[in-house]
């Protein structure tokens, strides 16, 4: 069922908040096959099938704060995904911290959710090894989980956006091997990704949004 709620975000919006969502996903470097067509599939079949995968580039700080504004609400929102697609692998990297830097700076939103989330920023080496990084004290990451329940979901796109991007339930572990040698073994997210249960809870007020208000279908989530 297509939902007919009218979006508070308009399409030069939307497209320049894809870009952005791209431009964080790109950010570590390793933007792999996997992570492509997810945000392909959220891009062309639930944020905005008139969009051309193809046509979209990264979008540079200034450009994104002429569109959304600075200091919005739908600025702070954006950057709210931002993080999501940035801990959505259970890691956040020295180079993906940097480019949400940037785009907060632009954006001119508060700086103190970024300073606390740098607390999980991942060891290259630590990355490469086989131990289970310590997640941060819990107070630490205090403004984080308040900021993030802050999001506002008011269009279903950006419900859709959550649904898809955020597991259903935790990833399963598996190792990583070439050539038949294992490399790396990668542990369940939910054991690294401090904000894992953060994300779940923001995954079921987005599909609470699209039952409830949209009166959309959210099996295909489930």
């Not at 999501?84 to 480019?99: L, R």
């Not at 941060?136 to 898809?164: E, N, S, T, Y």
């Not at 790396?184 to 039952?211: D, T, W």
Request: some cysteine; aromatic content about 6%.
């Amino acid at each position: 069922m297509t939902s007919v709620i009218q979006s508070p975000y308009s399409s030069e919006q939307i497209a320049a908040w894809l870009r952005g969502l791209l431009t964080i996903a790109w950010a570590d470097g390793n933007f792999d096959a996997q992570e492509q067509q997810l945000i392909t599939s959220i891009t062309q079949e639930e944020l905005d099938p008139g969009v051309n995968w193809d046509s979209l580039e990264v979008i540079a700080p200034e450009e994104l704060a002429a569109v959304l504004g600075k200091g919005t609400a739908v600025a702070e929102n954006f950057l709210r995904t931002a993080v999501m697609v940035a801990i959505a692998d259970g890691t956040y990297s020295p180079s993906e911290d940097e480019v949400l830097q940037q785009l907060c700076d632009a954006l001119e939103l508060q700086q103190d959710v970024l300073a606390s989330l740098r607390h999980t920023l991942e060891d290259k080496e630590q990355v490469a090894s086989t131990v289970i990084p310590q997640a941060p004290p819990p107070d630490a990451l205090a403004p984080m989980r308040d900021w993030l329940d802050g999001l506002d979901i008011q269009d279903p796109r950006v419900a859709r956006f959550l649904c898809k991007m955020i597991p259903s339930q935790c990833p399963f572990e598996r190792d990583v091997t070439l050539f038949g040698r294992k490399i790396v073994h990668i542990p369940p997210l939910c054991k690294i990704n401090p904000l894992y249960e953060q994300m779940v809870g923001l995954r079921f007020r987005a599909l609470s949004y699209l039952a409830d208000e949209c009166g959309e279908d959210v099996s295909p989530y489930i």
